[in-house]
């Protein structure tokens, strides 16, 4: 097993000692120790040790080796831009007493196994919860700080509601099971683990604190998208201005990435992709630039509110909608506006072809992609394995492909639906249910063509048919309303 590069983020807070003034302290091997402020020093070890690999003394001794220490202390200094003198003077104690994160801050790191995830789609869930706020404002919250990153990159984040998701996030006290206990109020505020398998990306909140969406307490949002930075893979800055500065701050402009914090989230992700306005940003547009309207740019970008839109296949993957077109794809967050867009292979390296239909069974966290005869399996947002046959689900062998297919979990059936018929899948048995192939008109009274695309949202099955949408009453028995497709991605 490949060993993971692990982000560890610790936010600590040290409480400040009552004195009123912090004299300069330089470690000598010939001092005394009585003649030392003990607290400062203290303090001073412990935070070179935990973010400067300062070597510990055994038997839990104070590091008083003047060379060894001074020079910690000159690199602590020079991170954040102070006199490099080496010693604990007003300044460099007061950064030490300052809430921050606890990757170290001189850590070396290489973009090696854990850096960085091998994919663009990534799932995360929410497991516990703070009792600090309403679950819908923590919900909010965690889903604006990834937004954060998503934005600023051609990442997406989808949320799933199981435990096999990339990254975790719980709110949690004291010993949790990851070897880095939390110590209660006022101290370690969350901490992430880099990019990787098992607990890689997980992210935990000390629940001893108090957490809130204001200036008061800890702010969630503020926390959360540092924390998320290392879970995807970025390292400390030196820059105060940056999200990824070491230091806590209670208030940010709107803004919060800093041009540092982009470029470094796109050096490892890629820019964000697919936006149309990043053409009309320099007066470019496909009937003015002919390399534009070719294959490097496909048709319908130029245009995703064209009335006439059409999707070959549509399903949902945790929280998002995804849409697909030809070899294009569009990811929709089903509480933002905000959408993804680009090749299918920007977000599935492993699809190179087009997508017939799709259906995503919510109880295995699993979608299923269909290319006609064949079908791909992705799981926690990645694909899985190679395609399969078709003939998996139990078709006959003149089935070749199909038109649309949707997942109905009231029901526990998978219908697909090709031409004039369709077949009904049972989930939990693994197989077709007898009398199948029945006529779509029988059962579906309103439904008299061919569709194109299907999926199923709070209790309607939406029938994608051309540029309109039918919202089915599957328990009804009729249609109950139509709108345009392109009203799916906000047009």
């Not at 990534?122 to 700080?145: E, F, N, Q």
């Not at 933002?336 to 072809?353: A, L, R």
Request: proline share 6%.
């Amino acid at each position: 097993m490949p060993v993971m590069v692990l982000s560890c983020c610790v936010l600590v807070l040290l409480m400040p000692g009552l004195c009123l003034s912090a004299p300069t302290y330089m470690p000598d091997v010939t001092s005394s120790p009585s003649a030392e402020p003990q607290g400062d020093l203290k303090l001073a070890t412990e935070y070179l040790q935990q973010y400067y690999d300062l070597e510990k003394e055994p038997l839990g001794r104070m590091k008083r080796s003047g060379a060894s220490f001074t020079s910690k202390v000159k690199d602590m200094q020079i991170f954040f831009g102070l006199n490099a003198s080496g010693a604990l003077d007003f300044d460099t104690l007061e950064l030490m007493r300052s809430p921050r994160c606890g990757v170290p801050d001189v850590e070396e790191y290489s973009h090696i196994q854990g850096t960085r995830w091998n994919k663009n789609v990534i799932t995360y869930s929410i497991g516990t919860y703070t009792r600090d706020m309403p679950r819908s404002t923590v919900d909010s919250l965690i889903d604006s700080a990834f937004s954060v990153w998503a934005r600023a990159s051609s990442l997406t984040f989808v949320r799933s509601h199981n435990r096999n998701a990339d990254i975790m996030v719980e709110f949690v006290t004291y010993e949790h099971g990851d070897l880095y206990p939390f110590d209660g109020p006022r101290g370690t505020l969350a901490h992430a683990f880099g990019p990787g398998l098992g607990v890689g990306g997980d992210t935990h909140f000390d629940d001893a604190e108090h957490w809130t969406a204001g200036e008061t307490g800890f702010n969630l949002f503020f926390v959360a998208a540092h924390e998320f930075g290392h879970a995807l893979g970025l390292k400390h800055s030196t820059n105060p201005e940056s999200l990824m500065y070491p230091n806590y701050k209670s208030s940010r402009p709107a803004n919060i990435l800093s041009s540092e914090d982009v470029a470094n989230i796109n050096a490892l992700y890629g820019p964000v992709r697919g936006h149309a306005n990043h053409l009309s940003r320099f007066g470019w547009s496909s009937q003015h630039s002919p390399w534009l309207s070719g294959s490097m740019l496909p048709r319908l970008m130029q245009n995703k509110c064209d009335p006439d839109l059409t999707f070959d296949a549509v399903s949902t993957l945790g929280d998002a909608t995804f849409f697909f077109k030809g070899r294009y794809l569009w990811i929709k967050h089903n509480e933002h506006y905000d959408t993804k867009e680009g090749p299918i292979t920007n977000f599935m390296p492993k699809i190179e072809t087009s997508i017939d239909a799709a259906f995503w069974v919510p109880r295995r966290s699993t979608a299923y992609l269909i290319h006609e005869s064949m079908f791909w399996t992705v799981r926690g947002s990645l694909v899985r394995g190679k395609p399969r046959a078709l003939s998996h689900f139990g078709f006959p062998a003149w089935v070749q492909d199909v038109d649309a297919a949707v997942h109905i979990v009231k029901t526990g059936r998978t219908l697909f639906f090709m031409h004039d018929i369709y077949w009904s899948f049972n989930e939990n048995r693994r197989v077709m249910d007898f009398g199948f192939p029945k006529y779509i008109s029988d059962d579906f009274p309103g439904v008299n063509t061919t569709i194109n695309a299907a999926v199923h949202k709070e209790g309607f099955i939406y029938f994608f048919i051309g540029p309109e949408v039918y919202k089915y009453d599957y328990t009804q028995k009729h249609v109950v309303g139509v709108e345009k497709a392109n009203s799916w991605l906000g047009c």
